[in-house]
């Protein structure tokens, strides 16, 4: 851990020091990372991942790896093995790993003692039953008709629900807790149900499957974690996680610190809109770079340590809040352009010809890599006749401070020469099609005598040399500064609206346009990023051939965060 990030604490630090210095658990942290394997992690999970795995950093401790696939409706080993590739680019490592279904003989086990005890039972409620039953955030809820069966009717049952002897819904084992309590999560909770579905490691071993909070807990107290670390909406489950560990006999249970989610403007973080728009065409897959997802973020061109300093930046709190999802580009934007090499692109591109310049000459221009770093090197790029500007870089009718190129006006190519625009052309449109320039032939960058200033610099690419790409500009997907929040794992799905999320999105979320780069680009690597003088960042795509290259544009080069002192 960087010795800056040793000085500095949070509330979470603070309460496992106090562990420590009452002498808890041995003088042992450790945490676990515990996500379902029902989709990719997202920017909102690296919050708690870094939590994790940082806090057992912190103190010298240890962290692992729980894969909570109680679930097999949704769950598969594709989104385990993209789990486990993030963790390891983020730059952590795990202890141990694990999974909920590799314990299910031990939770089993655990709900059979429950029942001897009289602490569980089989009830035939339906769902809109169960809720009828619940009651009310202000009126108790009442004791299901079936809650007084005998020991030997619950345990006949259960074992009859795991030898696969009823229908899916019609059965479920239950904690016999308190029906009147002013927590609803306590009112006689789900333990187990019955799930006809194909595990993705079980297989059809079993046909009862725990729930997420009856499991998590045993897991936790299986494997000696010694601090539950989870976010904010786990608050009103910690008396059943407490009750959990302490009516199955763990000693030394875990204790749970929840801490704040991260939500961020314009970005949807939950995980099931986020399969719906994979699974209905909305995005070409969970690494679509308008994706929240880290494989998204990767494949757009994010950067490890952006996405590390920005969720240092976030910090941890204890209080929910929104994120202006301008600070993770901020973050992104520093790296790259401390690192990413310079070059040029035209992503609009208008034709220049250069009246005065000979159509067979040639010069080679010398540029810098990186203009902070003159160990990065340089390169060459070839100046010739005609030549690709941006569209927006010429202007008929030029506003006042218009500084770049317009009919009579003279601008600078960058590391080149100062042009005039003579003439251009126009289509049977009325569209620019083609701009007419003169050139200072004693003008060029570096030489003697090239001392006269003009106010506009302009990015241009050699229509000669030039290579044809594909550049890929990417939005915010969803339209509005509210973004959509992350689902709790292990929360059943609903049919929530949400707003109409799907006529929320973007229809300006991806704009593909066809330009030319520098040749110098041409052996560049997939995931290699680039500054493009006046566009932005690019990053090189997996979607890249060899007769047309794709770039996605990582962020943009104007920073719309304002940081505070």
Wanted: glycine share 6%; with cysteine.
């Amino acid at each position: 851990m960087p010795e800056e990030a040793k000085e500095r604490s949070n509330f979470i630090w603070d309460l496992v020091e106090e562990d420590l210095a009452a002498g808890k658990n041995g003088g042992r942290v450790k945490t676990r990372f515990p996500p379902e394997p029902n989709g990719y992690l997202h920017i909102g999970h690296v919050k708690a991942l870094c939590v994790d795995f940082m806090t057992a950093e912190r103190f010298g401790g240890k962290c692992n790896l729980r894969f909570d696939d109680t679930n097999p409706t949704k769950e598969d080993v594709e989104y385990v093995d993209a789990i486990m590739d993030d963790i390891h680019w983020l730059g952590f490592d795990w202890d141990e790993l694990h999974y909920a279904s590799e314990q299910y003989q031990q939770i089993y086990e655990l709900a059979l003692d429950l029942i001897r005890r009289g602490i569980a039972y089989v009830d035939d409620l339906s769902q809109e039953e169960m809720r009828a039953y619940r009651g009310t955030l202000t009126e108790p809820g009442k004791n299901s008709p079936y809650r007084d069966r005998s020991v030997e009717e619950n345990m006949d049952l259960f074992l009859r629900m795991k030898a696969g002897e009823f229908p899916e819904g019609s059965r479920v084992l239950r904690a016999k807790i308190d029906m009147a309590s002013p927590n609803i999560i306590m009112r006689d909770p789900t333990l187990y149900r019955i799930l006809y579905k194909k595990h993705h490691r079980t297989g059809n071993e079993w046909c009862i499957y725990p729930m997420y909070d009856f499991a998590h807990p045993i897991g936790d107290a299986l494997e000696g974690i010694t601090h539950s670390l989870c976010s904010l909406e786990y608050e009103i489950h910690r008396p059943l996680y407490d009750w959990v560990v302490n009516v199955c006999g763990f000693k030394n249970p875990p204790r749970q610190i929840e801490f704040a989610r991260l939500n961020l403007t314009d970005t949807v973080m939950s995980k099931r809109y986020l399969r719906k728009l994979v699974e209905e065409g909305y995005v070409s897959g969970w690494d679509d770079p308008r994706m929240p997802t880290l494989h998204a973020m990767r494949r757009r061109g994010y950067t490890r340590s952006a996405v590390r300093d920005f969720i240092d930046r976030v910090g941890v709190s204890k209080a929910d809040s929104t994120v202006d999802v301008a600070l993770l580009e901020h973050c992104v934007r520093e790296d790259l352009n401390e690192h990413a090499r310079r070059a040029m692109a035209v992503v609009r591109p208008l034709k220049v010809v250069l009246d005065n310049w000979p159509e067979d000459r040639v010069d080679a221009l010398t540029m810098e890599n990186h203009p902070q770093h003159p160990e990065m090197g340089s390169h060459t790029v070839d100046f010739t006749r005609e030549l690709y500007i941006e569209q927006e870089d010429f202007m008929e009718n030029p506003p006042k401070k218009f500084f770049r190129l317009f009919p009579g006006g003279e601008v600078r190519l960058k590391g080149a020469y100062i042009v005039k625009c003579e003439s251009f052309e126009k289509d049977a449109e009325g569209n620019v099609t083609c701009v007419h320039c003169s050139v200072d032939m004693d003008s060029r960058s570096g030489c003697e005598g090239a001392n006269r200033k003009v106010k506009g610099t302009l990015h241009w690419v050699s229509a000669a040399k030039g290579l044809p790409f594909e550049a890929r500009l990417y939005d915010t997907l969803l339209s509005s500064e509210e973004g959509i929040g992350e689902d709790a794992e292990g929360a059943e799905d609903t049919a929530v609206d949400k707003k109409d999320f799907i006529s929320r999105l973007n229809p300006r979320s991806l704009e593909v346009l066809n330009g030319f780069m520098e040749p110098s680009l041409k052996d560049a690597a997939v995931g290699d990023t680039f500054q493009f003088l006046r566009v932005g960042y690019f990053c090189k795509d997996k979607d890249s051939t060899d007769e047309m290259p794709v770039f996605n544009r990582v962020v943009g080069l104007k920073d719309s965060f304002k940081i505070t002192k």
